[in-house]
């Protein structure tokens, strides 16, 4: 054992194992979203695989040190600056209210569990408590999906975890402080005094200092160094208080919110640095500092993994459920409350490490690697119940209300702006009549016909036939007395480039081809549909059309279950009203009788003249069964819906192998709605950097079945 561990790394060269860890924070993300677990455990695991307790690939040389404190304070910062404090002025005494029950509850059983079952020390048992009285917002991405932002319990939630947070901080920070220099009556008045003159002068002097500097300076690089140097200059006076550089970072973050707007580019850049090289590199760093056989030599860890994640959920339910009856909220709010704040993260590594930083009268660190390794299981597991809690509520909370104040339907006043990508000219002709004849005449507005072409050596030759298929797609707008807008870009990314070209336009919706694949063995989607679907949260409509459109008999349409609840409910239920009354086809809606009963009205209302008929289809696994009810010259439209909103299924993930086997032969349309979801431009590090529709069990399983073959059946 002793010569494994202290074996020589395999790789110990710097530029090496730099090049090592951009691998794995590329790759990590893409992995953790096959396999559907929050990519910042695939940071701290993928740091455990390769460090010297794992593989021992890499040596935990210096840079780790640096790069790691730089991450760690980095999350500090992020954590107060993206705060809204104008929610927290306007619910501050049920914030406060549950923001002190969120803490000491936890903090009073987690201290108790601690010494009472774990059998640490008072100052573990401290540490410990101050770690699971914390939270961080893990799931918060998933309530803007379904934009549920400015909900009350939202609110208070985001405000309760910060206060929370924040006195675990300082509880940590002052535990620190006494833990090693010993506390008395001088020591506490001393440090009391330095923490409120630190507070106090930071408050006073950097605001004014920032209004200047702004001020007078626009230069980006400046202003992002001015940022960075408020960070590390707080963390370091912080430190020379007695206090830790994490209290002086969140600090920093608290002051310097109000001048750094959450969708400004001063913010992207901050983001995007410190999510793609610190914090990473940092998480990568913990991971290499545990040692997972402890977790085979006994149940000590499991214990104590245990132990953590009952009584830091418990003691949060308890809180969370207090102030939901006390405030008189409905329960699905209190799951929200409850969901939001269960997930331990980026504040427990932090405080963990602290206590890792201070050693036992004995020479030993306070934390040992069974406390470490528990904290960092405790961490999977409580993203995992905090996800799974916050969804369910969330979706609970938007049908709730959606069902007390349905969406309106479009009213004239649209705002209808049709983006076209256009990739194929066999395409071009059908995507332009789909859109003609799918757009409001009386707005009459045009549309926008985009071409994309990867900025590579082929570059030049694929414009020029890009321009060629804007000119036909151009000609054929121009023949409906159309106007239609032609843009040819160059991108590294396709998916980026329409979702640029989407922003720069104001467009309201996309109508795309579908991929043209080459082989049995290409993918569905292609390279960049996927992207755009993921990127925009707008209604994407993606078509492969087989014959002329004025041909088509029939539209088939199936409608997936709580479908009604999603934002752009009326709006596709018009296009499609639209492309029925124009072809002056029949369309007949498959779907649940309370969505097709919403879908008769709306059309009986505002389509009176469209031939329509609504068949029942109770369970979305009848979908194959219409197969032997669509015909080649029919149009079969699929309602569909992104990943994480309320209309989702996870039967969804079958969806290109279904199409392909029952739907091909005839056209075929494949209709994404508008749907809540975060700004796109909004980043932070534990919201899913890869989304996958296509998950890796499925993708085993296709193999599986495409090369054993299936027993003969018994007779």
């Known amino acids: 054992m002793r010569l494994f561990l202290e074996a020589t790394p395999l790789i110990s060269d710097p530029t090496m194992i730099f090049f090592v860890v951009l691998l794995i924070i590329l790759l990590a993300p893409i992995v953790m979203s096959k396999l559907r677990i929050p990519h910042i455990i695939g940071m701290v695991l993928a740091g455990v695989l390769v460090g010297q307790h794992g593989l021992n690939v890499l040596e935990r040389d210096n840079s780790f040190e640096l790069f790691g404190r730089v991450g760690l304070l980095y999350i500090m910062f992020l954590a107060g600056l993206e705060m809204n404090l104008s929610d927290m002025k306007k619910n501050g005494t049920r914030m406060l209210i549950f923001g002190l029950l969120t803490f000491f509850v936890p903090f009073v059983m987690g201290y108790a569990m601690s010494v009472t079952l774990l059998g640490y020390s008072p100052a573990a048992s401290m540490l410990l408590a101050s770690i699971l009285s914390s939270n ?235 406390m470490l390794n528990g904290v960092v299981m405790m961490i999977l597991f409580t993203c995992i119940i905090s996800s799974v809690i916050t969804d369910r509520a969330s979706q609970r909370i938007l049908i709730h209300e959606k069902k007390h104040g349905i969406e309106e339907p479009e009213q004239n006043g649209d705002d209808e702006k049709i983006l076209l990508p256009l990739q194929h000219a066999d395409d071009a002709d059908n995507l332009v009549k789909l859109a003609i004849v799918m757009r409001n005449a009386k707005l009459n507005r045009g549309l926008i016909g985009l071409n994309v072409v990867l900025d590579d050596a082929m570059s030049g030759p694929n414009q020029n036939q890009g321009l060629h298929v804007l000119e ?129 009205d709306y059309i009986q209302n505002r389509h009176p003249e469209i031939r329509a008929d609504y068949e029942e289809m109770e369970h979305w696994k009848e979908l194959l069964t219409l197969d032997r009810k669509v015909n080649e010259d029919h149009l079969m439209v699929v309602i569909t819906a992104r990943m994480g909103t309320v209309s989702y299924k996870s039967t969804f993930e079958y969806l290109p192998r279904e199409l392909t086997q029952h739907f091909s032969h005839c056209s075929l349309m494949i209709l994404f709605p508008d749907q809540n979801g975060q700004p796109q431009d909004t980043m932070t590090f534990t919201a899913p950097q890869v989304e996958s529709n296509e998950s890796a069990y499925q993708m085993l399983i296709d193999w599986i079945q495409r090369h054993i073959p299936a027993p003969p059946p018994s007779h």
């Open 472 to 600: 036909a797609a151009a000609m054929a707008a121009n023949s409906a007395d159309v106007r239609m807008q032609t843009q040819s870009r160059l991108a590294t990314n396709i998916a980026n480039g329409i979702k640029h070209a989407f922003k720069e336009n104001k467009a309201s919706e996309i109508i795309m081809g579908m991929h043209h694949r080459r082989s049995a063995a290409d993918s569905f989607w292609g390279a960049y549909t996927q992207g755009v679907v993921t990127e925009i949260n707008r209604q994407i409509i993606i078509c492969r059309i087989n014959q002329p459109l004025n041909t088509l008999r029939c539209i088939q349409v199936a409608v997936p279950s709580r479908v009604e609840y999603e934002t752009g409910f009326y709006r596709w239920v018009e296009r499609l009203s639209r492309l029925a009354g124009n072809l002056g086809c029949r369309i007949v809606f498959h779907g649940r009788l309370k969505t097709l009963m919403l879908i008769k």
């Open 136 to 370: 961080t917002l893990i799931a918060y991405p998933i309530v803007g999906r379904y934009g549920l932002q400015k909900n009350r319990s939202v609110v208070l939630s985001v405000g309760a975890s910060m206060l929370a947070l924040s006195m675990a901080l300082l509880v940590v920070a002052a535990f620190s402080a006494a833990y090693q220099g010993g506390a008395d009556a001088w020591f506490w008045l001393a440090f009391l005094g330095k923490v409120a003159l630190f507070t106090t002068g930071m408050t006073l002097i950097i605001p004014r200092l920032t209004r200047w500097f702004f001020t007078r300076y626009n230069d980006a690089v400046m202003l992002y160094i001015y940022v960075l140097s408020v960070l590390f200059l707080s963390a370091a006076v912080s430190d020379a208080c007695g206090l830790e550089g994490i209290f002086g970072a969140f600090l920093a973050g608290l002051i310097l919110n109000r001048f750094i707007p959450s969708v400004s580019p001063l913010m992207n850049r901050i983001e995007f640095i410190g999510n793609a090289l610190f914090i990473p590199y940092f998480l990568i760093g913990v991971g290499m500092l545990i040692d997972v056989r402890i977790m085979f030599h006994d149940g000590l860890t499991a214990w104590i993994v245990t132990c953590m994640v009952f009584f830091g959920t418990f003691g949060k339910a308890i809180a969370a459920y207090l102030s939901c009856i006390g405030f008189r909220f409905r329960i699905p709010e209190g799951h929200m409350m409850f969901g939001l704040t269960a997930a331990h993260a980026a504040g427990s590594i932090a405080m963990v490490m602290v206590g890792m930083n201070l050693l036992t009268p004995q020479g030993q660190p306070l934390v040992d690697s069974s």
